[in-house]
């Protein structure tokens, strides 16, 4: 992935890049075999690569709401992409959904920052199935924690649905190798061979299952394992899987370099900018 592109969508797609410091796979599939659905995934990289940003949103609707909705998140990634913390960017995200939530939608996300330099994750979470991370030196998975509440204010609610809201931003330290699974409601909502919503605990006991040694593998590998517990599983809603793997490798000198030039050529060549399909 170049540096100062924003790539992503609401179309299904099975892709991967590199960045330095991170390895990204991002597989998308829209609901009923449509070219577009209600899941919005986007992924960026900074104009030296030391950040790389993705989000997952998950809007209740499909058709012209939610490829304005796209559109409308593609420019919020556009305007944040350099920056480090991402309070502003969650911020005008709640803000951007208000008119989602007029029109009848609605929506819940989730926004994390890799930066490579520290290899630390900062993560919001606007009322979105919570992520698991593998420690490689703990040799086993576990939800990334979220901060907590420090008073009874309203936080990491969906959405759009009032400003009068905090969203906390979690961050994690992590090593090389450690893997970060962000997924759509697809997955919790999915059923045991009981008929029982796995929820996030049932994913969870589904990735401890799973051979963690060749990442490729791990999101087809993850997805036949919930289709196997029932015909009707994953095929009920939009889908959407990203994992992140922790790497050794860090930003270029060249791409350090030439990152003034880049930021100058923003405002005025908007060429640069990248929004891919494929």
Same mark, same amino acid.
Not at 138 to 151: F, G, I, M, S, Y
Not at 236 to 262: H, Y
């Given at each position: 992935?170049?540096?100062?592109?924003?790539?992503?969508?609401?179309?299904?797609?099975?892709?991967?890049?590199?960045?330095?410091?991170? #390895?990204?796979?991002?597989?998308?599939?829209?609901?009923?075999?449509?070219?577009?659905?209600?899941?919005?995934?986007?992924?960026?990289?900074?104009?030296?690569?030391? =950040?790389?940003?993705?989000?997952?949103? !998950?809007?209740?609707?499909?058709?012209?709401? @939610?490829? !304005?909705?796209?559109?409308?998140?593609? $420019?919020?990634?556009?305007?944040?992409?350099?920056?480090?913390?991402?309070?502003?960017?969650?911020?005008?995200?709640?803000?951007?959904?208000?008119?989602?939530?007029?029109?009848?939608?609605?929506?819940?996300?989730?926004?994390?920052?890799?930066?490579?330099?520290? #290899?630390?994750?900062?993560?919001?979470?606007?009322?979105?199935?919570?992520?698991?991370?593998?420690?490689? @030196?703990?040799?086993?998975?576990?939800?990334?924690?979220?901060?907590?509440?420090?008073?009874?204010?309203?936080?990491?609610?969906?959405?759009? =649905?009032?400003?009068?809201?905090?969203?906390? =931003?979690?961050e994690t330290q992590l090593d090389q190798g450690d893997l970060v699974l962000?997924?759509? !409601?697809?997955?919790?909502?999915?059923?045991?061979?009981?008929?029982?919503?796995?929820?996030?605990?049932? =994913?969870?006991?589904?990735?401890?299952?799973?051979?963690?040694?060749?990442?490729?593998?791990?999101?087809?590998?993850?997805?036949?394992?919930?289709?196997?517990?029932?015909?009707?599983?994953? @095929?009920?809603?939009?889908?959407?899987?990203?994992?992140?793997?922790?790497?050794?490798?860090?930003? #270029?000198?060249? $791409?350090?370099?030439?990152?003034?030039?880049?930021?100058?050529?923003?405002?005025?060549?908007?060429?640069?900018?990248?929004?891919?399909?494929?």
């Amino acid at each position: 992935m170049q540096c100062m592109e924003v790539w992503g969508g609401n179309r299904g797609t099975n892709k991967s890049f590199e960045m330095p410091g991170l #390895r990204t796979w991002v597989y998308s599939r829209p609901y009923s075999e449509d070219k577009s659905g209600g899941d919005v995934y986007y992924v960026s990289s900074c104009a030296s690569g030391r =950040i790389t940003r993705i989000l997952l949103a !998950d809007v209740m609707g499909h058709g012209t709401l @939610a490829a !304005d909705t796209a559109r409308g998140l593609r $420019d919020l990634m556009r305007e944040n992409i350099n920056r480090i913390r991402q309070t502003s960017l969650v911020h005008a995200l709640n803000q951007q959904f208000s008119d989602v939530t007029r029109q009848g939608g609605f929506a819940t996300a989730l926004v994390g920052t890799f930066f490579a330099p520290r #290899r630390s994750l900062a993560l919001c979470n606007a009322g979105h199935p919570q992520p698991l991370v593998y420690h490689v @030196a703990k040799a086993q998975w576990a939800p990334l924690l979220r901060r907590r509440a420090e008073n009874a204010k309203l936080v990491d609610m969906p959405l759009g =649905i009032t400003d009068e809201v905090d969203y906390l =931003i979690s961050e994690t330290q992590l090593d090389q190798g450690d893997l970060v699974l962000a997924f759509s !409601d697809a997955l919790p909502e999915a059923s045991d061979e009981r008929g029982k919503m796995l929820g996030s605990d049932g =994913i969870l006991g589904l990735v401890q299952q799973l051979d963690v040694s060749n990442p490729d593998q791990l999101i087809p590998d993850l997805l036949a394992a919930i289709a196997r517990l029932s015909p009707e599983n994953l @095929a009920q809603d939009d889908l959407t899987i990203i994992l992140l793997q922790v790497t050794g490798s860090r930003p #270029r000198m060249k $791409d350090n370099l030439l990152a003034p030039f880049r930021l100058f050529g923003k405002a005025t060549d908007q060429t640069q900018w990248v929004e891919q399909r494929r």
